[in-house]
């Protein structure tokens, strides 16, 4: 069975702060994509990584893919109040459509004006 | 539509109740998926749709739970005789077929009392 932990459960930090975000697993996965979710609303799409090793940069959010594909981490760079909200990352299997994603925990972030 | 639309988008119902829960995916999607995300969890899924057929029903947790897409296009989560440990927020996302992105709806939080 396939399973991502996430790193830390909750974090909470002043504005303008960095942090990084964690997602391991035990298994290969062809894809990772990190969400965020904000309450009462469905998780939205922030990016996909594919490769080993990917870095992708999405303004101040930097998400890298590990070179064995078995996790991936978040960096926020100068965190903002409207960052808040559980971030998400999610594994796909070997087939390239969307089906049956797994999900971890989230990491659930609190920036603080 | 513009995003995947789910109602209602509160469920307060008396435990041994049926429930029906709607999701109306974005227009176009053939894929469709059911999940149900527990408070401080990520999404569990629970059933994925292509077409009007279950491609694969194995999250889906008793035989009290069951869902429908008759035309291929909105689908009914129904859930008979519910539990209090029913209660969750219960998630949609449409794709296309093929897609590497999901698209969620805003959730329908049912509270089984």
């Known amino acids: 069975t396939q399973l991502l932990e996430q790193s830390p459960q909750f974090l909470s930090i002043q504005e303008g702060e960095n942090l990084t975000v964690y997602c391991n697993s035990s298994s290969v996965f062809s894809s990772l994509q990190w969400y965020r979710q904000e309450p009462g609303e469905g998780p939205v799409l922030l990016v996909t990584v594919v490769t080993g090793g990917e870095v992708k940069k999405l303004k101040r959010l930097t998400f890298q893919f590990g070179d064995a594909r078995k996790d991936s981490s978040l960096h926020i760079t100068a965190a903002q109040p409207g960052d808040t909200g559980l971030y998400l990352c999610a594994g796909g299997g070997m087939k390239t459509s969307y089906d049956k994603v797994i999900f971890g925990p989230g990491t659930s972030l609190s920036v603080i004006p | 539509g513009a995003g995947v639309s789910q109602t209602p988008s509160n469920k307060v119902t008396e435990k041994g109740k049926y429930v029906e829960l709607r999701c109306d995916p974005i227009?176009?999607?053939?894929?469709l998926y059911w999940y149900r995300q527990s408070l401080g969890q990520g999404p569990e899924f629970l059933i994925y749709?292509?077409?009007?057929?279950?491609?694969?029903d194995s999250g889906l947790p008793n035989d009290r739970f069951f869902a429908v897409r008759p035309e291929g296009s909105v689908s009914t989560l129904k859930i008979q005789r519910t539990e209090r440990g029913d209660s969750a927020v219960y998630l949609c996302?449409?794709?296309?077929?093929?897609?590497?992105?999901?698209?969620f709806g805003q959730g329908t939080r049912l509270t089984v009392v």
């Open positions: 227009s176009g999607h053939t894929a």
């Open positions: 996302a449409s794709s296309e077929i093929g897609g590497t992105e999901a698209f």
């Open positions: 749709f292509q077409g009007t057929g279950a491609a694969d």
